[in-house]
């Protein structure tokens, strides 16, 4: 029964990512006589929160297995399946409510055919493509080829919280801008299937030398929430790889 636990966490990391998917369906768009967008998707938000802990608890329950000494081929597999559902589909549902509002945004958006919001899904195709391959991989140990798909997922679920809490037009037309939305696609599903030398957050051991670009990463994400909120999670996703890529001999 102990051997279960860390597989308990990894389908409580499942269950989290499908609440998620239920508060993103949960929206409230509505549209002025004029076409105008005047009230956005409101559960979305929440999402961002369930996304958020089926982080922790992805972490979790790599932790309760090796504490427990159950780790097992089954719960590697079970928690890819998890994962794609977390950090895969739920992100790729909060890119097609963005998508959705931009276009309702403009003269007639609401009638937009569904091919040009079906490119959301790419995320959680290139995030399953990624997994996969991961799993093959036995070299991936304190080094990862490619964005892990969880930090592509709280990057995602971050856009609510931001375009909720921002007082910038930028961000908010931005964030609105089909074209942004398209790119952002693009980018992250590239970065996901790339065989980038990206590090992971393990530790080997504490020395400043062995974990050098770690504790840039740790200590420059305390500054950037501090300084920029919510909005400091795209910007630390930036660093991690800048500090990856500069660190390349230190991220395996």
Do not use: H
């Not at 959705?100 to 945004?105: E, G, I, K, N, T």
């Not at 609105?176 to 957050?201: D, R």
């Amino acid at each position: 029964m102990i051997k279960q636990i860390p597989n308990i966490f990894t389908l409580l990391n499942l269950i989290c990512g499908c609440i998620a998917i239920t508060f993103i369906l949960q929206n409230g768009i509505t549209i002025q006589a004029d076409g105008q967008l005047i009230e956005l998707s409101e559960k979305m938000w929440m999402a961002s929160l369930f996304i958020a802990i089926a982080a922790v608890v992805d972490f979790l329950d790599g932790f309760v297995a090796r504490l427990f000494n159950a780790s097992s081929e089954m719960g590697k597999q079970l928690d890819s399946l998890a994962d794609i559902v977390s950090f895969g589909v739920a992100p790729s549902m909060i890119i097609y409510q963005f998508l959705r509002m931009s276009f309702a945004s403009n003269e007639n958006g609401v009638n937009t055919t569904l091919l040009f919001l079906f490119p959301a899904f790419i995320i959680a195709a290139a995030g399953a493509y990624r997994l996969a391959r991961f799993n093959l991989d036995t070299t991936q140990s304190f080094g990862f080829k490619g964005v892990p798909i969880p930090a592509v997922g709280l990057l995602v679920a971050s856009m609510p919280l931001i375009y909720w809490n921002t007082e910038s037009a930028f961000i908010t037309n931005l964030f609105l801008s089909k074209w942004f939305l398209y790119a952002l696609i693009l980018a992250l599903s590239w970065l996901m299937v790339s065989t980038l030398p990206l590090m992971a957050l393990k530790f080997k051991n504490i020395t400043l030398k062995d974990n050098l670009p770690k504790y840039i990463l740790i200590t420059f994400s305390i500054l950037a929430a501090l300084f920029f909120q919510w909005l400091a999670v795209p910007i630390i996703f930036i660093a991690y790889i800048i500090l990856s890529l500069l660190f390349k001999n230190k991220t395996s």
